[in-house]
């Protein structure tokens, strides 16, 4: 098989996990045109081949890499290196907690960017004491804050309306209570209770079958 | 051979012809009754009829008594192909020059052509022995139709007459076919063979040498050296860590302060 021919499953498998509900905002001002199309001109003939997902990425790491300096850039090919080296199931954690990153809104990450610059100019004593009151939370309660408020207020809505949402509809089901607004939140709820319990599953499933204005019609009150 | 065997029975009754010719005369009208001008005209235009090869066979044999045999030893060619030659040529003068008709001389005319060829006496005597080399090569000699000799003394002593090889004239080549030509007809084809294997191997010394292969495994090129390692599949969470150390590994914790710092 070509060198080039893996690349476009790698980049799959990198970004398998990368579409995240919200698009992140650009962190990285936009690089000259002209230099963005230099640096791509080694994957011309990859571009073509990609189907508009994996082109959009690698024209992200070329956006990323020209916003870096050149130290920066020496930096991150040795630390690309290194990561190879790493053992696979570090590689994997990293890689799942990368995808919950990813999938955090964009108020969140900016919020948890601007408190590690506070936390790193608090006194260490001030640091440990904030570590010690998170690690004094139970494991559970720990991991619901891999995901933003609005996430995790989603896991609590589907865990009180749909307790038994097939796996591979978990993604889906989040996204679809995450999108809904407080009013159609209330109108669910009201609706869920006047249907039997054998029929709920099935609401939803009619729900996620529609869009956004199906999903109105179905739980916005008549006017 | 059956052919042969009957001429050489035909030759073997030569000696008993004189006899049979002096007690019963052929009519004049026959080649056995004309003068010796007319019948020597006569055979001179039956012999013209045939191939060289078969008047020399036919000559040899009339004048020297030679069968097919040592006819063929003498001209260097096979063996069946002049006892064919000689029974096509002697049947063609039997038809031409005997008379059926007349008793006693179906063999006659044979004796005739002796005659008018100047065969010498004893040939008919030793027509079973072998004839000496001096008289195959002046038999070998005559061999145009108008070189006769027998009764016209004056003509047979000029043909009989040893010349020089030099001299003698240039007679047509004697040719079975491919087969006397065989030997040079190999040499041409060896020599050909030799000089084309030396001309390809002369061709093969020109070709330029080809390029030295180096042994044992390269390591090949990418198609496309990247100048930057776009195609990492983990670039954005390598370049992550390396914006914002520890935060992946603490990304409960992070996210967690960062609301408790907006409570406050």
């Known amino acids: 098989m070509k060198p080039l021919a893996l690349v476009p499953m790698l980049l799959l498998a990198g970004a398998a996990g990368a579409q995240p509900a919200v698009p992140p905002a650009p962190t990285v001002p936009p690089p000259d045109a002209a230099e963005l199309r230099r640096t791509l001109a080694p994957f011309e003939r990859l571009l073509e ?8 990425r690698l024209e992200l790491h070329a956006r990323a890499w020209l916003a870096l300096s050149p130290e920066e850039q020496a930096r991150l090919r040795l630390a690309l290196a290194d990561w190879d080296n790493l053992p696979p199931q570090e590689k994997l954690a990293l890689r799942e907690r990368f995808d919950a990153w990813e999938h955090l809104d964009q108020a969140t990450r ?3 960017l601007l408190s590690r610059e506070r936390l790193a100019k608090m006194p260490p004593e001030v640091r440990a004491g904030w570590r010690a009151r998170f690690d004094a939370l139970s494991p559970e309660e720990r991991l619901r804050y891999r995901f933003d408020p609005p996430t995790r207020a989603a896991m609590d809505l589907a865990g009180q309306l749909f307790p038994f949402v097939p796996a591979e509809e978990h993604a889906a089901t989040l996204a679809l209570l995450r999108a809904l607004t407080p009013a159609q939140v209330d109108a669910l709820r009201r609706e869920l209770r006047r249907l039997p319990p054998n029929r709920r599953d099935a609401f939803r499933v009619q729900l996620l079958e529609q869009d956004a204005a199906g999903r109105a019609a179905l739980l916005d009150p008549a006017p | 051979m059956a052919a042969q065997e ?10 008993r012809i004189p006899q049979m010719t002096a007690s019963d005369p052929p009519p004049a009208s026959t080649f056995l009754a004309l003068p010796d001008a007319a019948a020597g005209a006569r ?33 260097e060619a096979a063996p069946a192909a002049v006892a064919a030659s000689l029974a096509f040529a002697t049947s063609q003068l039997r038809v031409q020059l005997s008379d059926p008709g007349q ?4 063999d006659a005319w044979i004796e005739r052509c002796r005659v ?10 030793r027509s079973d022995s072998s004839p000496s080399p001096a008289a195959v090569g002046q038999a070998q000699a005559c061999t145009q139709p108008g070189e006769l000799g027998g009764p016209a003394q004056a003509r047979a002593s000029e043909v009989d007459r040893p010349a020089p090889p030099s001299a003698r004239p240039r007679s047509a080549p004697v040719t079975l076919g491919l087969w006397p030509r065989l030997p040079a007809a190999l040499a041409l084809l060896v ?14 010394s020109r070709v330029p040498a080809a390029p030295a292969v180096r042994s044992g495994p390269q390591r090949m090129p990418p198609p496309s050296a990247p100048e930057a390692p776009l195609t990492a599949p983990d670039f954005l969470l390598v370049l992550l860590r390396q914006q914002h150390p520890d935060l992946l590994e603490n990304l409960e914790f992070e996210v967690w302060l960062a ?4 409570l406050r």
Do not use: K, M, Y
């Open chain 2, 43 to 75: 055979l001179q235009e039956a012999l013209a009829r045939l191939s060289p090869l078969q008047r020399r066979v036919v000559q040899l044999h009339l004048r020297h008594g030679l069968d097919a045999a040592g006819i063929a030893a003498q001209l």
């Open chain 2, 116 to 125: 008018l060829l100047g065969a010498p006496l004893d040939a008919v005597a």
């Open chain 2, 191 to 204: 020599l050909g063979v030799g000089l084309t294997l030396g001309w390809q191997a002369w061709r093969a």
């Open chain 2, 259 to 262: 609301e408790q710092e907006a």
């Open chain 2, 6 to 15: 009957g001429l050489l029975s035909c030759t073997n009754r030569f000696a």
């Open chain 2, 103 to 106: 008793e006693g001389a179906a």
């Open chain 1, 110 to 112: 900016r919020a948890v």
């Open chain 1, 49 to 56: 081949g990609l189907p508009p997902v994996l082109r959009e």
